[in-house]
């Protein structure tokens, strides 16, 4: 795969790189409050707003959908901050290219199934927006990979992959299992290819992301997306595992051996 470096594409704010903002777009004001605080700890390199939700039961807040593009996209320009979306077909990523989205990921949800990777990949050509690539829920190494070569193959070359854990059944502590082995399977295979950490859907819980944080890092990982909101206890989806700004700036801070990892 031709891949170019992360550090050349997005410019950090901090090292390791911090992508962070809510799981769930969920009104103009949320997510403006959101990244206001968060762009006043000088920490984070891009906003994260999930618009459309993969959400495991029918019936759960499944996301506000299109019109809140826009309310993530106002965030990101009013602090010359780039902003990252989940799409999951080819409409999610031309409306997001509409709406001057300036990055995308696939979810864990979507990278198992290539047929749905091979419409986004196709939906992206004559692109060169950065993708990051979740891990699929199983840890299939070969399966994720093939869906960044899916994307390389369509001419992204700004890609990234996103280390969230693994489902299994009864995980504990934490809600999807890290698996750290995976990760450095996927680096043998990969060597270029940056990986960033997701503690967020890895620990299920907010009190738990500073250690999942510092293992990642230990480990060599290259920087961290993690959910953030102004209110969690009162978020629309994920609201256990949501830091307030302030937290997260925290959490972020206390890591050590934050300069070696780079
Ligand atoms: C998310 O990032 O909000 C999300 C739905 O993640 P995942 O695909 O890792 O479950
Ligand atoms: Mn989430």
């Known amino acids: 795969m031709e891949i170019n470096a992360l550090y050349d594409w997005l410019k950090p704010k901090s090292k390791p790189l911090l992508i962070a903002g809510p799981c769930s777009v969920e009104s103009e004001e949320q997510m403006m409050r959101t990244a206001d605080s968060l762009a006043r700890t000088g920490l984070v390199s891009a906003f994260r707003g999930g618009v459309w939700k993969p959400r495991t039961k029918p019936g759960s807040f499944e996301?506000?959908?299109?019109?809140?593009l826009k309310w993530l996209k106002a965030a990101g320009t009013k602090h010359q901050?780039?902003?990252i979306t989940e799409v999951a077909n080819a409409r999610h990523v031309e409306e997001a290219l509409e709406a001057g989205i300036d990055m995308l990921w696939i979810g864990a949800r979507t990278t198992v199934n290539p047929f749905y990777v091979q419409d986004i990949a196709?939906?992206?050509k004559g692109t060169d927006?950065?993708?990051l690539v979740k891990n699929p829920i199983h840890p299939e190494v070969k399966l994720w990979l093939g869906a960044l070569e899916r994307l390389n193959n369509a001419g992204i070359q700004k890609l990234g992959a996103i280390h969230r854990g693994f489902y299994a059944y009864q995980s504990q502590p934490f809600r999807n299992e890290p698996k750290w082995e995976v990760f450095f399977e996927l680096r043998r295979l990969a060597p270029d290819l940056p990986v960033i950490c997701d503690p967020s859907h890895i620990a299920g819980r907010s009190e738990l992301i500073g250690e999942v944080c510092q293992s990642a890092l230990d480990l060599?990982?290259?920087?961290?997306m993690i959910?953030?909101?102004i209110e969690p206890h009162k978020a629309l989806s994920d609201p256990l595992q949501q830091l307030r700004p302030y937290?997260?700036?925290l959490v972020y801070r206390a890591l050590e051996h934050r300069d070696e990892a780079i």
Do not use: K, R
């Not at 996301?63 to 809140?68: H, L, N, Q, T, V």
């Open 63 to 68: 996301g506000i959908g299109s019109p809140a």
């Open 122 to 124: 196709d939906a992206l």
């Open 220 to 224: 060599g990982m290259d920087g961290f």
């Open 247 to 249: 937290d997260l700036d």
């Open 129 to 131: 927006i950065p993708v």
């Open 81 to 83: 901050i780039p902003v």
């Open 227 to 229: 959910e953030s909101h």
